[in-house]
């Protein structure tokens, strides 16, 4: 693939229950390199015209047997995979990803996919419970109760930016919704149409191959706000499953709660991801752990929502050492292609936040250009980040910050300043165990997941995975968007009370 000749032509349109449906408006897709496309924009129409087919199919879709939508789920993943090098190059030329991103991207997507199959075969997730009758007990009988978990309804599902394939069209929220047994809506991402085009078809293939209801599954292209304004206020719609700003999530998140029947906002906002180094991990590989750090602080740009953009170390030698090597790797890194534009601009609009303030000190500076963003490196104190909360804040790509410590009470009450986040990092050797024991309570309160001697950016698609924490990483702390625990986002347990066998839901009876 040359990048300028693609086997693929997209032919811009939506799919809403089993039609490709062209609108009225179109909007330019913006690849970073490689020939633009036209795209229908979505309409609040469009949108009740999906809702309404997704709540039609949900009469069957939601009482089929679990070996019937597995079957599904490993039809969409064939699928998927029987296009991969025409998904491969135009999602190339829209995100500005490599290649090898891409396929790994898609790998993981089709690993999801058949996941969530398995998954629900075993049906360990219905979390069946039966409390037989006694009708003799005193001084009142009990009666028959039996308990499983049954699907929501229909689900709208937004695509996310930085992952064009497994937080998007066919990702994870809408590969455990389907599992769950929920028809889904998907407002497509603007800044990878064409990407999502394909996995559409994947899907409605899918789809006619196994028999399913046409409104099991709709795409509508995004570019405008009233897309998916529309799709979260719908009556029909019962969940949402949401991957992007914390700006954009928030609005729309109200908007859930505002509704006459509020409904779940599942929302992964972002997060800083904080790294502890602690006292005697800095001394024995302070130098090592930086340059780990520039590495996975840059990785595909820094536009992970794991991204670790804090650093937490100690005041002397050993931590200079730690930021002079971090310094030192990120001036390594060349400039790197951002998924879009805007994406850059906001880049550069969150760097100048660091570079206006007093209280932080430059080490690694470099100016980006277009859509190009080039690696920084700050520094701070304690004091100086929990008295300015916009510190705090995310900056999406390859920036860093570190935040130096005078030793651990200065760390625990740091920690304790922190927002919820997606993660935290401890980086730790076996002379630090009490230090970590200390924080571990706090840190606890602050992240879903926490790591030791490692980075964040990788999130592992398998059961014991937390992708969500406390706000505003995601808006609901005792949920995931990553492994098979995100089923129950699209579920609601449901209890019979002496129910005959013939009215009771198939996984029951």
């Not at 199919?57 to 064939?78: C, N």
């Not at 230090?435 to 602050?446: D, G, I, N, S």
Request: glycine share 12%; net charge negative; hydrophobic share 40%.
């Amino acid at each position: 693939m040359d990048g300028t000749t693609p086997n693929f032509t997209p032919h811009g349109k939506h799919l809403v229950a089993g039609d490709w449906v062209a609108g009225e408006a179109t909007f330019s897709s913006e690849p970073a390199h490689g020939p633009a496309h036209e795209y229908s924009v979505g309409t609040p129409a469009l949108v009740d015209r999906a809702v309404e087919a997704a709540e039609a199919a949900f009469e069957t879709y939601g009482y089929l047997g679990r070996e019937a939508r597995a079957r599904f789920l490993d039809t969409i993943a064939d699928e998927i995979e029987a296009r991969g090098a025409q998904i491969t190059e135009i999602g190339t030329q829209e995100s500005g990803l490599p290649e090898a991103r891409l396929n790994g991207e898609r790998g993981r997507t089709c690993g999801q996919l058949r996941m969530f199959a398995e998954h629900i075969r075993k049906g360990d997730y219905l979390d069946r419970r039966h409390d037989k009758a006694l009708p003799d007990r005193e001084p009142l009988p009990r009666p028959d109760l039996k308990m499983v978990q049954r699907p929501i309804g229909p689900v709208a599902v937004f695509g996310a930016s930085n992952f064009p394939l497994a937080f998007s069209t066919a990702g994870g929220d809408t590969a455990s919704a389907l599992a769950a047994g929920c028809p889904v809506v998907v407002k497509g991402h603007s800044a990878h149409p064409g990407t999502g085009e394909i996995v559409a078809e994947a899907i409605h293939a899918a789809i006619v191959k196994c028999d399913m209801p046409a409104g099991v599954f709709s795409l509508i292209q995004g570019g405008k706000r009233d897309v998916g304004q529309a799709l979260v206020q719908h009556p029909l719609i019962k969940a949402v499953g949401f991957t992007g700003s914390l700006g954009g999530g928030r609005a729309l998140f109200d908007l859930c709660a505002q509704r006459d029947e509020p409904i779940p906002f599942f929302g992964e906002l972002g997060s800083v991801n904080p790294m502890f180094l602690l006292p005697e991990a800095v001394k024995a590989r302070g130098a090592e752990i930086g340059t780990a750090w520039a590495g996975s602080l840059t990785m595909g740009a820094g536009q992970f929502c794991t991204n670790p953009g804090i650093a937490v170390v100690g005041t002397g030698p050993e931590g200079d050492a730690f930021v002079k090597a971090a310094a030192e790797g990120l001036a390594d890194v060349s400039p790197q292609c951002m998924l879009t534009q805007g994406i850059a601009d906001a880049y550069t609009s969150g760097k100048s936040r660091f570079d206006g303030r007093n209280a932080v000190k430059p080490v690694m500076t470099a100016e980006s250009e277009g859509r190009n963003a080039a690696p920084n490196l700050y520094e701070t104190d304690a004091a100086s980040y929990l008295q300015d909360h916009a510190l705090g804040e995310e900056v999406f790509g390859p920036l860093g910050l570190v935040v130096r410590v005078a030793g651990a009470d200065d760390m625990e009450r740091l920690a304790r300043g922190f927002e919820g986040q997606l993660t935290v990092t401890l980086h730790m050797d076996e002379g630090d165990t009490a230090q970590a024991q200390r924080l571990m309570p706090v840190l606890e309160r602050k992240a879903g997941r926490i790591l030791v001697n490692g980075f964040p950016t990788g999130v592992e698609v398998c059961d014991s995975m937390v992708h969500g924490g406390p706000f505003p990483a995601s808006t609901n702390f005792g949920a995931t968007s990553v492994g098979t625990l995100a089923i129950r986002r699209f579920l609601r347990p449901v209890c019979y009370q002496n129910m005959p066998d013939a009215l009771l839901p198939e996984d029951l009876g």
